[in-house]
């Protein structure tokens, strides 16, 4: 068991320890898609959707998950991130929306689990804000785009 990083010598769960590791600039961009209706995307990018702005608030959405992402998965370190940002890339000709999540920190631990939440939680937050219009919404292809720092480098995922 010990090739697990978060399972101790006699097989109980741990937090990793990074206190030894240096502090370096880590980076992480992920990414996810949500497919809709034409109609549905037409109503958020015109502002029209009953709830309010769908875009900002789930951009506020995944900004604050991406904070809080050690209180949702267990063994993630609490960070205090110093930068997050989620842009939004609507395609009305596919009738999706691209999510894109990026987070930066200077610190002993990588952001790649905050990228990947806050873009979970900004597509769910599409999807609440818009289900009473379309619950066929499809949330897909969350995936890390690329990290940066730390020991293990630069990871770029290839088309």
């Known amino acids: 068991m010990s090739d697990f990083t978060h399972i101790d010598p006699e097989g109980r769960v741990r937090m990793v320890d990074v206190s030894e590791k240096p502090h370096t600039l880590r980076t992480a ?4 898609t949500i497919f809709m209706k034409a109609t549905t995307l037409d109503m958020i990018t015109r502002q ?4 309010g702005n769908v875009l900002e608030t789930a951009r506020i959405a995944g900004i604050m998950a991406a904070k ?3 209180d949702l998965i267990p063994m993630c370190h609490p960070l205090n991130i110093t930068h997050a940002q989620i ?3 609507p395609d009305q000709a596919q009738s999706i929306i691209r999510i894109e999540a990026a987070v930066r920190i200077v ?5 790649e689990m905050e990228a990947l939440t806050a873009v979970s939680i900004a597509a769910l937050t599409i999807y609440d804000m818009c289900k009473s219009y379309d619950r ?4 897909s292809d ?5 990290k940066s720092g730390g020991k293990s480098g630069t990871f ?3 088309p």
Do not use: N, P
């Not at 610190?107 to 952001?111: A, D, K, M, P």
């Not at 969350?142 to 690329?146: D, E, G, H, N, S």
């Open 107 to 111: 610190h002993q631990t990588g952001v």
């Open 142 to 146: 969350i995936c890390l785009l690329k």
């Open 29 to 32: 961009v992920a990414t996810g």
């Open 68 to 70: 809080r992402t050690a």
């Open 156 to 158: 770029i995922r290839t």
């Open 87 to 89: 842009d939004f890339f």
């Open 48 to 51: 029209t959707v009953k709830k």
């Open 136 to 139: 066929e919404m499809t949330i």
